[in-house]
């Protein structure tokens, strides 16, 4: 089956930790999105890749980190600098044109003890 | 810039009520449109899409048509279910070089049975 897969779904770290989000896509798919999402707020974009090797910063960008070395695989990387780290986090996927929708994974809800 | 402003939730209905939620946007060139659902602990899952002015997206029995004249793109249905309960976000894609999707706020709707 072709999707788009985020793990791990649930991820507990201790504060002033670095943590990485893993997600893969198999739809061979040339842009990949990482959004984070607040309890009843709507989607803000951290970062976006079009092409391997390389990103753009999203609108909050500050205290994340990406890397795009393979098409399959867009890790995302949430570091000590970020202030309030604790979010539910999704990944997309989605051709590079503007009439294709974006395919989300189920998303990794990090919590920061 | 882009940007998409939801009606603001949340909404309670009744079992077979009629369900509007309004969504406006502002964009620079002419956009494609997208609704997408997101359902408890989960991603968003394209509901429907439409890619130019006077197109109707439909899907489950959710309608939206795109109006070029009032920048919307109303998420309507007739009769809704208790299984429609979930948050509703309406989206555009920029046809520029970076193809960003932009999200509104969401829309919380719950369905009473």
């Known amino acids: 089956d072709g999707g788009i897969t985020q793990s791990p779904k649930y991820l507990f770290r201790k504060e002033g930790q670095n943590v990485t989000l893993s997600c893969e896509q198999n739809?061979?798919?040339?842009?990949m999105y990482w959004y984070r999402q607040d309890p009843g707020q709507g989607l803000r974009l951290i970062y976006y890749?079009?092409?391997?090797?390389?990103?753009q910063k999203g609108d909050i960008a500050e205290g994340y980190s990406v890397s795009r070395e393979k098409k399959e695989s867009f890790p995302l990387t949430v570091t000590s600098a970020q202030k309030n780290p604790t979010a539910f986090y999704l990944c997309?996927?989605?051709?590079?044109?503007?009439?294709?929708?974006?395919?989300f994974g189920q998303g990794t809800r990090l919590t920061v003890v | 810039g882009n940007s998409v402003t939801q009606m603001e939730g949340p909404v309670t209905l009744s079992e077979e009520a009629f369900l509007t939620i309004n969504c406006t946007y502002t964009?620079?060139?002419?956009?494609?449109l997208f609704w997408y659902v997101q359902y408890p602990g989960e991603g968003l899952q394209l509901l429907l899409k439409?890619?130019?002015?006077?197109d109707k997206g439909s899907n489950k029995g959710f309608e939206a048509t795109y109006r070029k004249e009032t920048t919307s793109f109303h998420l309507e249905k007739g009769s809704v279910q208790v299984s429609d309960s979930a948050v509703y976000f309406c989206?555009?894609?920029?046809?520029?070089?970076?193809?960003?999707?932009?999200f509104g706020a969401g829309t919380t709707v719950t369905v009473r049975a």
């Open positions: 964009a620079t060139g002419y956009p494609s």
């Open positions: 997309a996927s989605s051709m590079d044109t503007a009439n294709t929708e974006a395919f």
């Open positions: 439409a890619t130019k002015a006077d």
């Open positions: 890749s079009q092409i391997v090797n390389d990103f």
């Open positions: 989206a555009l894609r920029e046809r520029s070089n970076d193809y960003k999707l932009s």
């Open positions: 739809l061979n798919h040339d842009a």
